[in-house]
């Protein structure tokens, strides 16, 4: 390997959570990096492949478990997506203080639901965000979970129940109210700078159809559409998936 990686932990609230910083084997002066975001019912792990490609082209990069994921602290049935939210702007601190971070190329790659957190993160760190690529990201997932219908599950959306198990993962009630009301296309709206987006053309979990939605709301965006994708990209799809995220990256660069 042609990098080099070391486990973090950086306080999000009263989480720790944990994470794994991957830079360039040799470099010097200063580096871009990519702050990168899994989805739903994973762990960093989801990010790992991003992650090795970037290092073998320059570019550094840190991802982490959720709160309530992987080895990160706190409940799954706590999680919230404003408190992802506050765990990607704990991220963007983070990797601000490090002493190599190229501060005028800092990058959110997020996959799935990680895709929603880093648009909403924009809202309020927008202006330190070089550039955005999203993965197959959620951004159905206030129309469906406003009807009471998440990931096959169904309820009664007037009265959600206090968790809800799917797949062994356990949701809170918090999750699915805060969920059905999130507003996802205000911050597209606000956020200018280049955004890249990734979707499988069978994805019958986040629709693309969501994601031709926000390529017209964000100001500067890009669709690509794989073919044959689902939620998740399978050998080929996942290299044309690498290869669009690079080249979106180092095109958009600051010199």
């Given at each position: 390997?042609?990098?080099?990686?070391?486990?973090?932990?950086?306080?999000?609230g009263e989480n720790t959570l944990r994470g794994t910083l991957t830079a360039p084997g040799e470099f010097d002066g200063k580096l871009p990096v990519a702050i990168l975001l899994h989805g739903l019912n994973t762990d960093r792990?989801?990010?790992?492949?991003?992650?090795?490609?970037?290092?073998?082209?320059?570019?550094?990069?840190?991802?982490f478990d959720f709160n309530g994921h992987g080895l990160s602290d706190g409940a799954q049935e706590d999680m919230t997506i404003a408190r992802e939210t506050a765990d990607v702007l704990a991220m963007l601190d983070y990797v601000?203080?490090?002493?190599?971070?190229?501060?005028?190329?800092?990058?959110?790659?997020?996959?799935?639901?990680?895709?929603?957190?880093?648009?909403?993160?924009?809202?309020?760190?927008?202006?330190?965000?070089?550039?955005?690529?999203?993965?197959?990201?959620?951004?159905?997932?206030?129309?469906?979970?406003?009807?009471?219908?998440?990931?096959?599950?169904?309820?009664?959306?007037?009265?959600?129940?206090?968790?809800?198990?799917?797949?062994?993962?356990?949701?809170?009630?918090?999750?699915?109210?805060?969920?059905?009301?999130?507003?996802?296309?205000?911050?597209?709206?606000?956020?200018?700078?280049?955004?890249?987006?990734?979707?499988?053309?069978?994805?019958?979990?986040?629709?693309?159809?969501?994601?031709?939605?926000?390529?017209?709301?964000?100001?500067?965006?890009?669709?690509?559409?794989?073919?044959?994708?689902?939620?998740?990209?399978?050998?080929?799809?996942?290299?044309?998936?690498?290869?669009?995220?690079?080249?979106?990256?180092?095109?958009?660069?600051?010199?």
């Amino acid at each position: 390997p042609q990098w080099t990686e070391l486990n973090v932990t950086i306080q999000s609230g009263e989480n720790t959570l944990r994470g794994t910083l991957t830079a360039p084997g040799e470099f010097d002066g200063k580096l871009p990096v990519a702050i990168l975001l899994h989805g739903l019912n994973t762990d960093r792990n989801w990010c790992t492949d991003i992650a090795w490609c970037l290092a073998d082209h320059g570019i550094a990069s840190i991802r982490f478990d959720f709160n309530g994921h992987g080895l990160s602290d706190g409940a799954q049935e706590d999680m919230t997506i404003a408190r992802e939210t506050a765990d990607v702007l704990a991220m963007l601190d983070y990797v601000e203080g490090l002493r190599f971070t190229d501060m005028d190329n800092i990058f959110l790659i997020g996959k799935s639901l990680g895709g929603v957190v880093a648009t909403l993160a924009t809202k309020s760190r927008g202006d330190e965000i070089r550039a955005m690529c999203l993965w197959y990201p959620g951004f159905g997932i206030a129309a469906t979970t406003h009807f009471g219908f998440f990931l096959g599950q169904q309820y009664a959306p007037w009265d959600p129940p206090e968790t809800l198990e799917i797949a062994g993962y356990t949701y809170g009630k918090a999750f699915l109210e805060e969920a059905a009301a999130i507003d996802v296309t205000e911050p597209m709206y606000g956020y200018d700078r280049p955004v890249l987006i990734i979707h499988g053309d069978r994805d019958f979990i986040a629709p693309v159809v969501f994601s031709f939605h926000a390529a017209n709301s964000f100001p500067n965006c890009r669709l690509e559409v794989v073919p044959g994708g689902g939620h998740g990209f399978q050998a080929y799809q996942e290299l044309i998936a690498l290869t669009h995220t690079l080249e979106f990256l180092q095109r958009n660069m600051a010199r």
